[in-house]
């Protein structure tokens, strides 16, 4: 159990909420049923991954680069670094911005985040980070019970979690590319897969990985699912419009109660603080392995000198980027979401072929059906990511 | 030896895609992948694979010239000369470029960014053999296409001569030290790189040791070490390490052993070398005897210096120590001592009871080693002898053995240095 639930549960990050926040204080429980697809289309391109480095015992960076070659690694790279370090920047706004709902200034939490994470992550081993990252996954339970606290109708929900609803509103379409597009972000396949190798998972003990990718999936849809509900319950009927997961968490206290919110809030901090550590890490991890030098948790700071300064780095950025006043935020994270945008379908062939190579994988290359149905999910992923781009550049 | 002649050198990026011209200058293809066979050190090109979907090669042998823009053929390029890829062979462009580095120690260092190809020409025939692998920052600008913005730059290269044959085209490729290179290194240092190994490769290069080299390297490591490689190693082969070591370290080490392991080596040990440190294992430690080792130098009073020289060529090879040498009578007591500058410089046919000395300083073996020790320091022996209470000669401890116990700890060399190569760059 592990790299799994982390990597799912790391989706649902300052980022997610904020899109599901505003889905459900948009359109209410008529979003609900993507949540179902999504579980099958994370688990599909994630046990991808995971077999990939149990079987070939390589990161997803390491395989690129040594079948595809240094150019277009390179430049994948430099897309990824770019795209991630966006990504981080949004994380590190995301735990200031929670930490002002209990309010404390973003001068003296984000120093203080930025540190913890960072010490985290230097000064133990991979198991004990990996339990810290997994405890952090339980705290994500708050958005569940903020949404039974936001007293829904549950029958209504049932329904829409199962009942496709369709509309051609354009505010609706933009919503739904949203929020299927912010499921499957690039730097989930490298992180999960140098995870997994960084464990020591081989072919043997995989069949575990494969539960831990499905449990992971089924948990992070699931307070998706809660946090729409929350928002749907509360903030729908009444008509109030939503930018942020911030306002989000105010708007519920007169409706939900402060209870409904302070959890919301919780989940919020939690949320960013943990992807504001598993994004460096994913970062440094396919940064060393494109460039063959020594990466991992498990290493010290001596033995793989790059990995740990490449975290330091991208954390000091990330945090110091939003310290900094009148930092356009929004435009480096639209920037970034472009970036992200671009490099997904790469990455996803990228998958594809890998996985289908006989050199590399043996017998354990997909089979026909499973073929198809990848194919399939990674062909709708990307089409829904350049949708998402498109309505990105036409709103901004 | 043949002489050979360089005609060219080049980075495998500058010809790959180059246009290959026959004798008559015409188009046959481009330059895609070079298939190479790995004969001993130095892996050699044997073809080239000149277009895509043609699965046979131009035999190297075909080769008039290269120049960084383009080939050139001896002859008509004809559908019989060219050859199929040889299950022996593979290609460098697909399976080696790009392809992870890893240490002896399994840590990894970087990736193939370039290869460096030497066209040679000997007596009468010419070959292309790969020469370094490109390992440095300038080796990725040049694959990328931005070698001018690192002109400054020097080439960091690893020859090829230390890179080993990948066990399968997906593996990495390991840095090596050749065997003969790794006997020849101190054994502290090779201790050192034992060390470092995680436990479960340490037994797979022990074995790959020649046992004295092993022993001797082994000898050096930390007592926890000793004894998790035991632990691990095939019985038989522990007891052959054991038998090269000397028999105070040997018996140390078995003495941490659990006792049934312990006695299975013992029993596996030829029966003199275990009954040696069957006798050393009596004692306990932190005295003299688990210091002491049996293997002195005793000599008869009755020889004459001519006669001892001449003992003392076949006696050197076993013993700790040759600068001492311990007279005996028949019962093994101890009547004398005499250092080998007094045996050199005396008269040849002197007696040895003429030469030796009497006052000899000597411990029992229930002694503490910081006793030892402490004589030892304030004498200036190289060696001291241990004898029991009728002066009947047990063994020796010599400085080293006492100096291990004041100093148990060494500092750290980098063992790899010498591995990596800069060099200028080359036109």
């Known amino acids: ?396 | 030896m043949e002489k050979l002649r360089v005609l060219g050198e080049f980075f495998f990026s500058q010809i790959q895609g180059k246009p290959i011209y026959d004798h008559q200058g015409r188009l046959v293809g481009k330059l895609r992948d070079l298939a190479i066979r790995w004969e001993g050190d130095t892996p050699r090109v044997t073809g080239i694979k000149y277009a895509r979907g043609i699965q046979k090669h131009i035999p190297v042998e075909q080769l008039a010239h290269i120049h960084v823009t383009h080939i050139d053929l001896r002859h008509e390029l004809k559908e019989e000369t060219l050859a199929p890829l040889q299950p022996d062979e593979i290609y460098i462009g697909k399976w080696l470029m790009d392809k992870q580095i890893i240490d002896l120690k399994g840590s990894k260092v970087v990736r193939v960014n370039d290869i460096k190809l030497f066209w040679l020409q000997s007596r009468d025939q010419q070959h292309l053999v790969l020469n370094a692998v490109d390992i440095g920052w300038r080796g990725l600008a040049r694959r990328l296409g931005v070698e001018f913005l690192f002109r400054r730059l020097e080439n960091h290269l690893v020859w090829w001569e230390f890179i080993q044959h990948p066990e399968d085209k997906t593996g990495s490729l390991r840095l090596r030290q050749e065997k003969q290179h790794l006997d020849q290194l101190h054994p502290a240092d090779l201790a050192e790189i034992i060390e470092d190994l995680d436990y479960k490769k340490r037994a797979d290069f022990i074995e790959d040791l020649d046992v004295e080299v092993a022993a001797e390297a082994f000898a050096e490591m930390e007592l926890d070490i000793q004894i998790e490689i035991l632990e691990h190693m095939d019985s038989q082969q522990a007891s052959d390490l054991l038998e090269e070591m000397p028999p105070d370290e040997a018996a140390d080490l078995l003495a941490e052993l659990p006792e049934e392991k312990s006695d299975e080596l013992l029993n596996l040990m030829e029966p003199e070398e275990a009954q040696e440190v069957r006798e050393l294992m009596v004692y306990e430690e932190g005295t003299a005897g688990s210091l002491m080792t049996p293997e002195y130098i005793a000599l008869s009073p009755d020889i004459t210096a001519a006669e001892a020289i001449r003992q003392l060529r076949t006696l050197a090879a076993k013993a700790e120590t040759i600068y001492y040498l311990y007279v005996l009578q028949e019962d093994e007591t101890l009547i004398g001592a005499l250092s080998l500058r007094e045996l050199i410089i005396a008269e040849p046919d002197t007696k040895l009871e003429d030469l030796m000395q009497t006052r000899i300083l000597s411990v029992s073996p229930h002694e503490s080693d910081r006793e030892v020790a402490e004589i030892v320091n304030k004498y200036k022996l190289l060696a001291i002898p241990v004898v029991d209470d009728n002066l009947k000669m047990l063994g020796i401890i010599t400085v080293d053995d006492v100096l291990e116990m004041l100093v148990p700890d060494r500092g750290s060399l980098d063992t790899f240095a010498s591995l990596f190569v800069r060099k200028r760059a080359m036109k």
């Open chain 1, 1 to 396: 159990m592990g790299p799994g639930i982390i990597t799912s549960n790391v989706d649902n990050d300052a980022g997610g909420i904020t899109t599901y926040s505003v889905a459900g204080a948009t359109l209410g429980y008529k979003i609900l049923w993507v949540f179902l697809p999504m579980i099958v289309a994370l688990v599909v391109i994630q046990e991808m991954c995971t077999r990939m480095g149990a079987v070939t015992g390589k990161g997803l960076a390491d395989l690129i680069r040594e079948r595809f070659g240094v150019r277009i690694t390179f430049y994948a790279m430099v897309g990824l670094l770019l795209g991630n370090l966006g990504n981080i920047m949004s994380e590190f706004a995301g735990v200031a911005a929670s930490m002002e709902l209990f309010g404390v200034s973003k001068y003296l939490s984000l120093p203080l985040a930025a540190l913890f994470i960072w010490w985290l992550v230097l000064r133990w081993s991979y198991k004990v980070v990996e339990r810290v990252f997994l405890a952090a996954c339980l705290i994500y339970f708050s958005y569940i019970i903020s949404g039974y606290l936001a007293r829904p109708d549950w029958g209504e929900v049932a329904i829409a979690l199962v009942v496709p609803s369709f509309s051609f509103d354009s505010s609706y379409l933009v919503i739904l590319v949203g929020v299927i597009g912010t499921t499957i972000a690039p730097w989930m396949q490298f992180y999960i897969q140098s995870a997994v190798v960084e464990k020591g998972i081989t072919v043997k003990d995989y069949a575990y990985t494969k539960y831990d990718v499905i449990v992971g999936s089924i948990m992070v849809n699931l307070v998706a699912v809660f946090i729409v509900i929350c928002c749907a319950a509360t903030l729908h009927p009444h008509g109030i419009k939503v930018d942020s997961a911030k306002e989000a968490a105010l708007g519920l206290t007169p409706l939900a109660g402060a209870w409904a919110s302070t959890l919301f809030a919780i989940g919020l901090l939690n949320a960013s603080l943990f992807s504001a550590s598993i994004l460096p890490l994913s970062t440094a991890y396919f940064i060393c392995e494109a460039f063959g030098i020594e990466a991992g948790i498990d290493k010290s700071w001596g033995e793989a000198p790059a990995f740990y300064w490449l975290y330091t780095i991208l954390i000091v950025v990330g945090a110091g980027f939003v310290l900094i006043p009148d930092m356009p935020l929004i435009k480096v994270m639209f920037w970034s979401q472009v970036v992200n945008g671009v490099m997904l379908p790469f990455v996803l062939i990228f998958m594809l072929l890998l996985i289908n190579n006989e050199d590399l994988m043996g017998k354990y290359v997909n089979t026909r059906t499973f073929n198809i149905i990848a194919w399939v999910t990674v062909a709708i992923m990307i089409v829904l990511t350049l949708l998402m781009l498109v309505t990105a550049i036409f709103q901004f």
